[in-house]
């Protein structure tokens, strides 16, 4: 059993992901790991895509090392090889980069501005800023 595109190192830079390989990993972040099939079925109720696309996209993401592929007798199964919160902060940071100049505070403000924000939502997020502001102290 073979398995190619080991898990890079933590400080490694993720892949690009495009939205749609986003929804694939997604789908590969919840169940750890699965076969093509297995994958069509999860996006089944949610996506009109054929087979040949998640095939596709699954081939991508194996290119660029988001995931890993193992043959286990006649098929393959794929799990992730980058890790979701490392993904997921690189392309907030990019976002912010790219539409906010890198700053946090005109996008949290303009969303909370414009989205309904529930008590518990607001507790959250002041447990955050005290907790940045304890790490700012240091």
Known sequence: MARHAPTPPAEATAPKISDAEWTVMKVLWDR??????EVVRELEGRLHWKPRTVQ??????TDKGALAVE????????????????????????????????????????????EEVSQDDLAALRAVLEQAERKAKK
């Open 32 to 37: 750890g790991t699965s076969t093509l099939a």
């Open 56 to 61: 596709s996209l699954i081939r991508r993401l």
């Open 71 to 114: 043959a286990v007798g006649r098929e393959f199964r794929y799990s992730p090889a980058v890790d979701q919160d490392q993904c997921q902060h690189e392309e907030s940071r990019s976002f912010l980069d790219r539409v906010f100049n890198g700053r946090l505070t005109p996008f949290v403000a303009g969303l909370m501005e414009r």
